[in-house]
């Protein structure tokens, strides 16, 4: 019986802690992107989290990206984010390769994919 609560107690702190990693690398997001000629801003926001902004690009400035809560499953977050191109909304999972880059892979309910890099503005 003790060994059973040990392991469930040992077992809470490794997925609070795994939890606290995974809430921070979305955190990580907050800052000045790039994606081809758009430039995105993201920031902390009650509704979503976070929110993505497009600040500069040749359409859609002033398109909020980010349109539902990201969920995290596994190591990618998963929710509805907007294309900054055509503003269509994607099934996408997100996730931070590096400090300097985030990676989008996602479909339309219409089944039109697309995936892409941000780059962090230095």
Excluded at 71 to 94: E, F, R, V
Aim: aromatic share 6%; hydrophobic share 40%.
């Amino acid at each position: 019986m003790k060994k059973i609560i040990i392991t469930a107690a040992l077992l809470a702190v490794g997925l609070a802690t795994t939890a606290s990693a995974a809430e921070k690398k979305l955190t990580d997001m907050i800052g000045k992107w790039k994606w081809e000629g758009f430039t995105v801003v993201v920031k902390k926001c009650p509704k979503t989290e976070i929110c993505a902004k497009v600040v500069s690009g040749p359409k859609n400035v002033g398109l909020e990206m980010i349109r539902s809560k990201l969920t995290l499953k596994g190591d990618h977050y998963i929710g509805k984010i907007a294309h900054p191109q055509t503003g269509d909304t994607y099934n996408t999972k997100l996730k931070m390769t590096d400090a300097n880059t985030w990676h989008l892979d996602g479909c339309t309910d219409k089944n039109v994919c697309a995936s892409g890099n941000f780059t962090r503005v230095k």
